[in-house]
Antibody, heavy 122, light 113 residues
Framework: QVQLVESGGGVVQPGRSLRLSCAAS????????MQWVRQAPGKGLEWVAI????????YYADSVKGRFTISRDNSKDTLSLQMNSLRAEDTAVYYCAKNRRLGGGTSPLDYWGQGTVVTVSS | DIVMTQSPDSLTVSLGERATINCKSS????????????LAWYQHKPGQPPKLLIYWASTRESGVPDRFSGSGSGTDFTLTISSLQAEDVALYYCQQYYNIPLTFGGGTKVEIK
């Protein structure tokens, strides 16, 4: 069955960096786009970034553009999110999620990981 | 950016009664070339990841009970739970995937009366 397992969360000081990873299994990872979605404490869901199945296209929310980088290694079935210049408002549970649609483009998300907690605090 | 506005913020419904959640987009999410609305609904329970319920505005995801249904087109959409069950207590979000950035509604909390 499809499994997405995030790792890399933790407590980090403002201005520092953190790298999240998402290990995928149970499906042909290289055939599906992937996304990151976050939920800040007491807030709703916020879309963060999307990457095409082959890594050719990457798009970001304005709130993270220029600071976060989404990437993937299709040889290792792994999705990553490099987060630089972290701010208090980046504190959230970060979910990796799989596109329902095969190939490129936007899509609803049919499988989600359990999430990893990122806390930005001094 | 397309702004998604959900109403109400919260909803209290008796077991077995109907629950209706509305979602309005600031611009149409209907793609004319395939006549599909790029609108999804998710259920989110505390401590769990969100679960896809509905996509293309009205297509139920596999395994989702048929008491959940989606309707609407263009800019106005509705998620209906026809007969509320205890396990349906959750937050519900609409999301448009018509444009990047993909955007979610603010969420609607459904509780039992």
């Amino acid at each position: 069955q499809v499994q997405l397992v995030e790792s890399g969360g933790g407590v980090v000081q403002p201005g520092r960096s953190l790298r999240l990873s998402c290990a995928a299994s149970g499906f042909t990872f290289s055939s599906y786009g992937m996304q990151w979605v976050r939920q800040a404490p007491g807030k709703g869901l916020e879309w963060v970034a999307i990457i095409w199945y082959d890594g050719t296209y990457k798009y970001y929310a304005d709130s993270v553009k220029g600071r976060f980088t989404i990437s993937r290694d299709n040889s290792k079935d792994t999705l990553s999110l490099q987060m630089n210049s972290l701010r208090a408002e980046d504190t959230a549970v970060y979910y990796c999620a799989k596109n329902r649609r095969l190939g490129g483009g936007t899509s609803p998300l049919d499988y989600w990981g359990q999430g990893t907690v990122v806390t930005v605090s001094s | 950016d397309i702004v998604m506005t959900q109403s109400p913020d919260s909803l209290t419904v008796s077991l077995g009664e109907r629950a209706t959640i509305n979602c309005k987009s600031s611009q149409s999410v209907l793609f004319s070339s395939n006549n599909k609305d790029y609108l999804a609904w998710y259920q989110h329970k505390p401590g769990q990841p969100p679960k896809l319920l509905i996509y293309w505005a009205s297509t139920r995801e596999s395994g989702v009970p048929d008491r959940f249904s989606g309707s609407g087109s263009g800019t106005d959409f509705t998620l209906t739970i026809s007969s509320l069950q205890a396990e349906d207590v959750a937050l519900y979000y609409c999301q448009q995937y018509y444009n990047i950035p993909l955007t979610f509604g603010g969420g609607t909390k459904v509780e039992i009366k």
